[in-house]
């Protein structure tokens, strides 16, 4: 999944959108009905977020209201209100009362459905500011909902809003994907346990370039007096220039002035498992996957 800024190009798919989640009941003109919606919302708005998933079909749309009163969008309010002009003429030839069908929804056309559930999503304060607020049901509807709200809740802060956290325990846990920032801070989690049991977490991460570019890199980390390599890898057309050689070396070597004794990997069969025996290293322990394939786990004394 994949959250991006609003465009012209997200109309009519979210338009579909909004027709199934608000405006199912009107069966083939949902679609009118949810264009409609969407157009009185966006003439409201300054900024739309839109989450996609993984084949392009969008899954959730958050539109929100600027915290300072700021006029983001004037000359996209006057398109909005243009095309809504012109979803009403086309309606009305078809016979389509768009207006009963945005009264029937609770609340005014533009205010979320459920301000309750966005207030836990952002955090109170943030009601009066999200214009439209729609998922679309199923089962990962709960992650699109948070991955949404995050990133709505940055927007407005940025822009000035006072928003409180939502409240521990509001909501069930979802899991998301995580970002360089959020990888980092479950680093700092694992260190902080670390360091309860009186150990470091040290992370030793190098690479070589040339030309500008990435040719092989090494990422490893210790804990007390282990450290562990979790990637090593070259390039093709540099393999056999001795670079892997050089990077293990160069982290055992920074890793034994951090007081380490023992160095550990695991690799596949299908990788280079001769490789590590090469350079002193013993294999531990090894199993058969059940497509053959072996992991092969190696201990080294530095």
Not at 236 to 248: A, F, K, Q, T
Request: net charge negative; with cysteine.
């Amino acid at each position: 999944m994949r959250i991006h800024d609003f465009s012209g190009a997200d109309f009519e798919p979210v338009s579909k959108l909004l027709g199934s989640c608000h405006h199912a009941q009107h069966g083939g003109r949902a679609y009118w009905h949810g264009a409609n919606e969407l157009c009185v919302c966006l003439y409201e708005s300054d900024h739309g977020l839109v989450a996609e998933d993984d084949s392009g079909a969008p899954v959730g749309v958050v539109l929100l209201s600027s915290p300072r009163d700021e006029d983001h969008n004037s000359e996209l309010r006057m398109h909005w209100r243009q095309q809504q002009t012109m979803i009403l003429t086309v309606c009305r030839s078809l016979g389509i009362n768009l207006q009963a069908g945005l009264s029937a929804q609770e609340g005014k056309a533009g205010a979320p459905d459920e301000p309750e559930r966005v207030a836990q999503l952002l955090g109170s304060g943030a009601t009066d500011l999200v214009r439209l607020f729609a998922t679309a049901k199923g089962p990962a509807r709960e992650r699109v909902e948070a991955e949404l709200a995050q990133a709505a809740r940055t927007w407005l802060v940025a822009h000035g809003a006072q928003l409180e956290a939502p409240e521990p325990g509001d909501l069930a846990p979802v899991v998301l994907a995580s970002s360089d920032a959020d990888s980092e801070a479950v680093g700092l989690l694992l260190n902080s346990h670390a360091k309860r049991q009186g150990v470091d977490f040290v992370p030793y991460n190098y690479h070589v370039a040339q030309d500008g570019e990435v040719v092989a890199g090494i990422t490893a980390w210790s804990l007390g007096s282990d450290v562990h390599v979790d990637m090593l890898a070259v390039r093709e057309d540099h393999r056999r220039e001795g670079l892997g050689s050089l990077l293990l070396s160069h982290v055992e070597a920074q890793a034994r002035k951090d007081g380490c004794t023992t160095a550990s990997l695991d690799t596949f069969s299908w990788q280079a498992p001769d490789f590590y025996p090469a350079h002193g290293y013993e294999v531990v322990f090894r199993y058969t996957l059940d497509d053959g394939t072996e992991r092969i786990y190696f201990s080294k004394r530095l």
